[in-house]
C-alpha cells in the first residue's frame, strides 16, 4: 500500500496560481502513475492530470493550456503547477498512485478560486 500526503491547496483569486504536492511513501518501489482527480460535492471524480514513471502525460481538456504536471521519481513526489484558475476550477484535488495494479488515494485537498 501507498500513502499519499498532499499539500498546498488554500484560496486564490481568479487568474491566479497555485502548486499542489503529493509525497509517496509504503510501497513505493513499483508506482507507475501518479496524478490529481478532483471532486466537486455530488459528481463523480474527474481525472485532471496524470504523469507515469516514464514522463508521459495525460490532462483533462479543461485544464490544458493552464495546469502542468511534474514528477520526481528519487523522491517519490507529483506537483501539479495550476496557472489561470477559474472558479470552475473550485473543489476538491485528490492525488493518487497506481502501483502493481492497485490504486491508491490521498486525503483531498481544498482548492477556491473566488474573488
Known amino acids: 500500500q501507498v500513502q499519499l500526503v498532499e499539500s498546498g491547496g488554500g484560496l486564490v483569486q481568479p487568474g491566479g496560481s497555485l502548486r499542489l504536492s503529493c509525497a509517496a511513501s509504503g510501497s513505493i518501489s513499483s508506482i507507475n502513475v501518479m496524478g490529481w482527480y478532483r471532486q466537486a460535492p455530488g459528481n463523480q471524480r474527474d481525472l485532471v492530470a496524470r504523469i507515469t514513471s516514464g514522463g508521459n502525460t495525460k490532462y483533462a481538456d479543461s485544464v490544458k493550456g493552464r495546469f502542468t504536471i511534474s514528477r520526481d521519481n528519487a523522491k517519490n513526489v507529483v506537483q501539479l503547477q495550476m496557472n489561470s484558475l477559474k472558479a470552475e476550477d473550485t473543489t476538491v484535488y485528490y492525488c493518487?498512485?497506481?502501483?502493481?495494479?492497485?490504486?491508491?488515494w490521498g486525503q483531498g485537498t481544498q482548492v477556491t478560486v473566488s474573488s
Open positions: 493518487f498512485a497506481v502501483n502493481r495494479g492497485m490504486q491508491d
